[in-house]
C-alpha cells in the first residue's frame, strides 16, 4: 500500500524567506502527489498536484512542488514566506487510479513577521 | 473546482446518540469519500461511498458504526451511531472531480463537520 512520511511537525520561517516543507512517498506504480493547506478551524483546501507531465509543479498562492523520481520525493516550496501562510500542510498519494489516497501526518508552518 | 457543502458545520453530541451528517455537491461526481481526522492528526479514509451501490470501508471502519447513503451523484451522508468521546473529530466530506481537460482528478475537500462528544 501506499504510504507518505513528512519529516518534520513544525517548520519555522521569517517573513520574505523561502520555505520548503519536505514530503516522501511510497507506492508500488505511478504516484499521484498532492499537497493540501489547513487554515485553522478549516477544512483542506488543495494547493497543487503531480500526475505526469514536467517535474515542477506550480499551485495556489505561489507554492510550487518539485518531483523528485529517483529521491521518491515531494516537497513543497515558496521563494518568499507570508504570515498568511502560517497553517498545516499535508502531503498525499495515490497510486495511479487507486482510490485510496493516503495523507502524511502534517507539518506545521509558522511564518514569523 | 467542485464546491462541497456540510452540514452540520459543528455540534456537540451526547454520549449515545447518533448523528448524521450531510454532504451536497454543486456538480455531479462518480467517487465520494469520508475521512476522519481526530484531534491534532492527520487524515483518516472512512469509507468510499459509490452511487447506487454500498459504501466500501477501509479497515478498523464498519457499517453499523458509520452508515453511509449516496442516493444520487450530488449527495451523501454519513451518520456517526452510539457515540463515544473517541468519536469526537473532524468529520471531511471529499469528492474526485475533474478540475480541467485532461489534468487528472483531483479530490476536493469540505469544510467539515467538527464533532464533540460528551
Known amino acids: 500500500a501506499q504510504s507518505v512520511a513528512q519529516p518534520e511537525d513544525q517548520v519555522n520561517v521569517a517573513e520574505g524567506n523561502p520555505l520548503t516543507v519536505k514530503c516522501t512517498y511510497s507506492v508500488s506504480g505511478n504516484p499521484y502527489l498532492f499537497w493540501y493547506v489547513q487554515y485553522p478551524n478549516r477544512g483542506l483546501q488543495f494547493l497543487l498536484k503531480?500526475?505526469?507531465?514536467?517535474?515542477l509543479v506550480k499551485g495556489s498562492y505561489g507554492f510550487e512542488a518539485e518531483f523528485n523520481k529517483s529521491q521518491t520525493s515531494f516537497h513543497l516550496k515558496k521563494p518568499s514566506a507570508l504570515v498568511s501562510d502560517s497553517a498545516l500542510y499535508f502531503c498525499?498519494?495515490?497510486?495511479?487510479?487507486?482510490?485510496?489516497?493516503?495523507f502524511g501526518a502534517g507539518t506545521r508552518l509558522t511564518v514569523k513577521p | 473546482s467542485a464546491v462541497i457543502s456540510q452540514k452540520p458545520s459543528r455540534d456537540i453530541c451526547q454520549r449515545g446518540t447518533s448523528l448524521t451528517i450531510q454532504c451536497q455537491v454543486d456538480s455531479q461526481v462518480t467517487m465520494m469519500f469520508w475521512y476522519r481526522q481526530q484531534p491534532g492528526q492527520s487524515l483518516t479514509l472512512i469509507a468510499t461511498?459509490?452511487?447506487?451501490?454500498?459504501?466500501?470501508?477501509e479497515s478498523g471502519f464498519v457499517i453499523d458504526k458509520f452508515p453511509i447513503s449516496r442516493p444520487n451523484l450530488t449527495f451523501s451522508t454519513l451518520t456517526v451511531s452510539n457515540m463515544s468521546p473517541e468519536d469526537s473529530s473532524i468529520y471531511l466530506c471529499s469528492v474526485e472531480a475533474y478540475p480541467g481537460q485532461g489534468s487528472g482528478n483531483t479530490i476536493y475537500f469540505g469544510e467539515g463537520s467538527w464533532l464533540t462528544v460528551v
Open positions: 503531480y500526475i505526469t507531465g514536467d517535474n
Open positions: 498525499a498519494v495515490r497510486d495511479g487510479g487507486n482510490n485510496d489516497m493516503r
Open positions: 461511498a459509490n452511487q447506487g451501490s454500498e459504501a466500501t470501508y
